[in-house]
């Protein structure tokens, strides 16, 4: 494990943890960010640019963002991909907290699970063949 971390790398890195095959979109005030590989996907995915984040004294680490506002299509995109999406959120007004800010994942979005969007025409579908019934007393 790496020394000397930020405290927001150290979240970061302790909720991706638990989401490691999905990519982690992140929530940093106005931007979704995404780090390490995570990053280096969604910035050739989305056609957007790869930048770096300092995480420590002498270290960096690959990074890219979007904003929240405009979320969606580049969610839209991601899934229409085939990747996991990972939403986590701030649970707490930065205002208002005292350190770092609390996060965690409020919704992982997949190819079928993602509904929001009409220009992904995927979903789920499942069908229950029930036993026929008779409606006339025996």
């Not at 910035?43 to 405009?70: F, Q, W």
Request: contains cysteine; charged residues 30%; hydrophobic residues 35%.
């Amino acid at each position: 494990m790496e020394e000397n971390l930020t405290p927001m790398i150290a979240q970061y890195n302790a909720i991706k943890n638990q989401y490691k095959d999905y990519l982690l979109l992140y929530r940093l005030g106005d931007f979704y960010e995404l780090f390490y590989e995570d990053a280096i996907i969604g910035a050739r995915e989305l056609n957007i640019v790869l930048t770096k984040k300092k995480i420590s004294k002498d270290k960096d680490i690959p990074m890219c963002g979007i904003p929240y506002h405009s979320a969606d299509s580049y969610i839209s995109k991601l899934v229409s991909k085939g990747y996991t999406v990972a939403i986590c959120e701030q649970l707490e007004d930065a205002s208002q907290s005292k350190g770092i800010v609390r996060r965690d994942v409020i919704r992982i979005i997949t190819p079928g699970t993602y509904f929001d969007n009409d220009k992904l025409k995927t979903g789920v579908v499942s069908i229950i063949k029930k036993e026929k019934t008779s409606l006339l007393p025996i």
